[in-house]
């Protein structure tokens, strides 16, 4: 007997077990089309990393789960609940599932630390302000930066400020972390210090993570499947092992050779 397993109307054929889907997907900005008939999906607790040149596309799918810019065509699938196609209301529920780290912090300038994570938690998920303030903390020992409750963002370097959005994200409890580039803009000797406390979140949590980066040595050790990208699309997927070692695809060669 065939037991009907879909109860909400909202939901798309998202298999068990998988967290993200992409379906034929494309994005365009004006004649450009950035995405082009993009599938793929994620597991859940997997980190998978999206590499490829500039302007291949790669942001702009972070953007899209995010709900920052929305397809011209296709779904997107989110814990079984469909983000696009989907009413505001839905899209808001289903977004807080997703966190987001940015390559330029975006933390709001004129709130304490401890503020600029609790905020969403209150804000948006309605959480008391004491045990906002109980989870900030705890997350702020994380990620290292326990004396800094009090101090404004800009009093902070760029790395100690992305760890406080990196600890922003996770006050959310979201299921997924998106992160795009969040190394770019920090200077070099604290790069370093921010990929460690990445890979310390990836190794001690059960978070997915979606991740772009440039940081070729950090997605061969965090990634579970590696997605090369190139004109909108995935030209080659597998896991870092794979992709890094002996790609099938010429372009993937050329890319790794020019960022290795
Ligand atoms: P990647 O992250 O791989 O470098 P992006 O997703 O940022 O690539 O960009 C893909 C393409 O989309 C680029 O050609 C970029 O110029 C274009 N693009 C991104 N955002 C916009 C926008 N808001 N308006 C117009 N074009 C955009």
Redesign the pocket.
């Known amino acids: 007997m065939s037991v009907e397993t879909r109860t909400k109307p909202s939901l798309t054929d998202a298999q068990p077990g998988e967290l993200i889907r992409l379906e034929n997907v494309t994005?365009r900005?004006?004649a450009?089309t950035?995405?082009d008939d993009l599938n793929f999906t994620v597991d859940p607790g997997k980190h998978v990393t999206?590499i490829?040149?500039?302007?291949?596309?790669?942001?702009?799918?972070?953007?899209l789960l995010m709900t920052l810019?929305k397809p011209d065509e296709g779904t997107i699938t989110v814990d079984g609940e469909q983000l696009f196609p989907a009413p505001e209301k839905q899209v808001r529920e289903v977004r807080k599932k997703i966190g987001m780290v940015f390559q330029q912090f975006n933390l709001f300038p004129n709130m304490s630390v401890l503020r600029n994570i609790t905020e969403a938690p209150v804000q948006v998920l309605g959480m008391s302000k004491d045990e906002a303030e109980e989870r900030a903390r705890e997350l702020l020992e994380l990620v290292g930066l326990s004396d800094k409750c009090d101090a404004k963002p800009t009093r902070l370097s760029g790395g100690q400020q992305q760890r406080v959005a990196i600890a922003r994200a996770l006050a959310m409890r979201p299921r997924v972390l998106l992160l795009?580039?969040v190394t770019s803009a920090l200077d070099p000797e604290l790069v370093a210090g921010v990929l460690d406390l990445l890979r310390d979140i990836a190794r001690s949590t059960d978070i997915t993570m979606l991740c772009?980066t440039h940081e070729m040595g950090f997605a061969r050790d965090i990634s579970d499947q590696v997605l090369m990208?190139d004109g909108?699309r995935v030209i080659e997927s597998g896991s870092p092992e794979k992709i890094f070692t002996e790609p099938e695809q010429d372009r993937t060669r050329e890319f790794l050779s020019a960022v290795l």
């Open positions: 994005k900005f004006g450009n950035v995405l999206l490829g040149p500039s302007g291949s596309g790669k942001t702009t799918i972070l953007r810019t795009d580039e772009v990208f909108g």
